[in-house]
């Protein structure tokens, strides 16, 4: 999962191409690199860098069906906003939900995550990783509760360690690498290379984050494929160079604890558990705080729809109490182990992939050209990684229903150019739509 999510990244008024490029990089490295290339290992074995391959090039279909959805869709609402253009008002306040739902129950994963490497350090299994888990995410709550945000610059910053203790643990640790740790190549059959990449999309969400970016460039035309292909580059060598270190040095106990900790003490002795237990606690604070920065925007624009018939806080106190309630049950789950961690990611992988679903449609039905097969190809792809989700397809349709008895129970209204979910109606008339789409439009205003 990447450092933010539903918000629009800090920029200049005009971009350049390398910090444009270095925005795009931001939004889809994160936190999950720590955990995920070890768990997508345990289920799929050297296989899973098939998944690794299939995931990046879907990265860069949804690269460019995202750019081409904040070009010619204006919408403050990000994601939620383009499905409400092009699916309608319960589409889009249900993919704000899921959404915000993916947020509150990722945050707490993250921390999982980062604790995993403080007792890396310490020792203790699972039991001892919760109350780790939940000091960081306490630590999170408080300073977003104080207001502090985290920046563009930060997010950066933060990116780029997690790029150097990478690029150290990955130089450091080939020397390690013992062919026969790529046999058998798919241990547990070809189907476990559909439940990895299911997996790893924890770490490819962030392309819907910096759609917005595309009109902030001076000269998009130009700048925007080179600063999409530099990003793409980069996500590539990262993710692929750290998947194949981790199958090739240490083969089956990929899974085992903090696999990053493991090559960075192959890389640098004793000392790479420090380092890797210290980067993880910086990442994990930054990158959720991150996370809470960018959900409180669409909880606000969620929050505006229901605001006059049902009284409610500030979105950003029910944000935090949210995730709180979430972190006390998902980190007293897997401290228990009634829940492991590759259960616990599958809850926000899925809601995170009905969103991209819901978004590919959509630009599937509103652009043309390649970009529309693209979306169409997207689509399908998601859905087949939706196959492979398992119990916890479920999540999505309480969503849908529960968004559906309240649109019901609220009853339905409409203003002049403003949605029933408090988003204004963005302007189909932009020269990407069919005639029937502007007639429909106009018919409605």
């Not at 889809?28 to 296989?47: F, K, N, S």
């Not at 589409?91 to 707490?108: D, I, Q, Y």
């Not at 020397?175 to 997996?199: D, E, K, M, Y």
């Not at 960075?264 to 990442?283: C, E, M, S």
Request: charged share 10%.
């Amino acid at each position: 999962m990447a450092p933010t999510r539903a918000n629009r990244p800090t920029a200049p008024k005009h971009l350049t191409t390398s910090r444009g490029a270095a925005l795009y990089v931001g939004a889809i490295l994160g936190p999950g690199l720590l955990v995920l290339p070890g768990l997508a290992a345990a289920e799929a074995g050297p296989a899973s860098i098939l998944a690794w391959l299939g995931l990046l090039a879907l990265s860069c279909v949804f690269a460019a069906v995202f750019s081409a959805l904040g070009r010619h869709v204006p919408s403050d609402g990000g994601v939620m906003g383009y499905v409400t253009t092009g699916l309608g008002p319960r589409p889009g306040r249900a993919t704000g939900w899921m959404f915000l739902a993916g947020v509150v129950s990722g945050a707490p994963i993250v921390c999982i995550a980062g604790a995993r490497y403080v007792t890396d350090l310490t020792g203790g299994g699972q039991l001892a990783q919760a109350p780790v888990a939940a000091a960081l995410l306490a630590v999170v709550i408080c300073l977003a509760a104080g207001g502090l945000r985290a920046t563009a610059t930060a997010q950066l910053l933060l990116v780029s360690l997690l790029t150097i203790v990478v690029v150290v643990a990955v130089i450091g640790s080939v020397a390690a690498s013992r062919a026969g740790n790529w046999a058998p190549f798919a241990p547990h059959g070809w189907l476990s290379v559909g439940s990895a990449a299911a997996t790893l999309m924890f770490s490819f969400v962030g392309w819907e984050a910096v759609a917005p970016l595309t009109t902030r460039f001076a000269d998009p035309s130009r700048q925007l494929p080179r600063a999409v292909v530099i990003a793409v580059a980069v996500t590539s060598a990262v993710y692929l160079s750290l998947a194949a270190t981790t199958i090739s040095v240490l083969g089956p106990r990929a899974a085992d604890g903090a696999p990053l900790a493991m090559l960075l003490r192959h890389a640098v002795g004793p000392a790479g558990t420090y380092a890797a237990a210290a980067a993880a606690v910086v990442l994990t604070l930054g990158a959720t705080n991150a996370y809470l920065s960018g959900a409180a925007g669409i909880a606000g624009q969620l929050a505006a729809r229901t605001a006059a018939a049902v009284p409610r806080p500030a979105p950003r106190l029910w944000l935090l109490a949210s995730i709180t309630g979430s972190g006390v049950v998902l980190i007293t789950l897997y401290g228990l182990r009634i829940v492991s961690l590759d259960e616990l990611v599958a809850i926000p992988t899925t809601l995170f992939l009905t969103v991209y679903l819901g978004a590919m449609v959509t630009a599937a039905r509103l652009l043309t050209g390649r970009v529309r097969l693209g979306a169409r190809f997207a689509a399908m792809a998601v859905t087949v990684m939706l196959g492979f989700c398992g119990w916890a397809l479920a999540l999505p349709v309480v969503v849908a229903l529960a968004v559906g008895w309240q649109a019901r129970a609220n009853g339905r209204g409409r203003t002049r150019g403003t949605s029933p979910d408090g988003i204004a109606a963005p302007r189909l008339d932009d020269g990407f739509c069919s005639d029937d789409q502007r007639t429909a439009s106009r018919t409605s205003s």
